[in-house]
């Protein structure tokens, strides 16, 4: 590429954190190889759509956003549109058909050679696909621009999925589990963390199946009291936790570390034995609720999320109705609802008793009106105590309001803080005393 003038190219990363990495990684390489990097689509000579395709209207968000970016090749800024991720991966054959547009397809596996493909584009005219076996993991030698605000970033610490649910398409888009290297880990920890960083949110299909698969079997335990060991790390959150890998002494770690946000991410899917049952998952209704009564008596001020599924194949009335009592029983602080979505090349897409899409959006509405009351007198118990609030900017609604998130509240998936009264830097860490709530907002002041 001549050095005179460098082409810009703008990334729209859609879906879930992990996706998010693979596409800092991508723009590392990219910035690495003398493009320019820009947010403005209609300034960029190249346009990158990281997709997803976990579920339907995943793919369709996916597909929406390709076709929309397609329209600036119409004008003479772009001359490419690649499409790289999940969705090429799953779909490649198909999307090449429906997809004249795009003119790259990238999969899982290829990205970090993402600025090569580039280069063997260049002079051909005919649309070229890279999706090979999703078997690739990066390491702290790729280079990453991370996207995300300067004080906060995802930490991948695996890769893939061994856990074979019978609704999930994951193993097949992205392998089976591989940990990175611990050191490895650490190592980007300390560079993140030199860079600004102060909360380090840890990712991966499973974070409790890390380790299993090295020398040694480093446990997760292990790579937590190694990132608390590192200065400038103030937040150490957990994210997206199996319930049947969550130990006693994973407990005790986060129950004893206060690095540690008093947080964890438990996706449990469902209650109902029957249901657990089809969906593959190894976790009972008596182990979960044994496992949420112990984490609530160890660490009684936890903040626990999990998510859920409604509509899955053979869900009866009275299994559903078993759901609502528990979520009403376990109180949780966090709740993600997701309808049941038909995959195809799943187990669960070949079983009888699929569930209309009538009654599904019926189980979720009721279930998100059940957890939007609940969540709202759990926050009202806050109000009068103090909380560690990370500051990001000013609200949307008024610059006359900072706002920012609690140690109990996860990136872009969980709820704000807003702060009434008090000063700070984004990125300060500051404890503030809550006066306020709603539903899934808390409002409170500096406190010295």
Known sequence: MSNAVKEKISMVSLGCPKNLVDAEVMLGCLANNSYEITTDEREADIIIVNTCSFIKEAKQESIDTILDLADRKH?????????????PQRYQEE??????????FVGTGDYPRIAEIIAEKRGREEQIRYVGDPNFIYDESLPRLKSSPSYTAYLKIAEGCSNCCSYCVIPSLRGAFRSRQLEEL????????????KELNLIAQDITAYGRDLPGRPTLETLIEGLAAID????????????????????????????????????????SDPVLKRMNRRSGEAEIRALV????????????????IVGFPGETDEDFRTLVHFVEEAQFDRLGVFCYSREEGTPAAEMADQVSERVKRERHKKLMRTQARLSFKRNRRLIDTVEEVVVEGYSEETELLL????????????????ITAGTANVGDIVRLRITDSSDYD???EIVS
């Open 293 to 308: 009564a112990k984490l609530k008596e160890e660490i009684p001020d936890i903040a626990l999320r999990t998510s859920l």
């Open 403 to 418: 706002k920012g998130r609690s140690s109990r509240q996860a990136p872009d998936i969980d709820g704000q803080v807003y």
């Open 95 to 104: 999307l090449a058909t429906e997809l004249p547009e795009v003119d790259i």
């Open 232 to 271: 400038g790390v103030r937040w150490i959150r957990l994210l997206y936790a199996y319930p049947d890998g969550i130990t006693n002494s994973l407990i005790e770690t986060i129950k004893n570390e206060p690095k540690v946000c008093k947080y964890l991410d438990l996706p449990i899917q469902h209650i």
């Open 75 to 87: 004008d003479a800024k772009c001359k490419l549109l690649i499409v790289t991720g999940c969705l």
């Open 442 to 444: 808390l409002i409170g």
């Open 186 to 197: 650490l190592r980007e920890a300390r560079e993140l963390a030199a860079g600004g960083v």
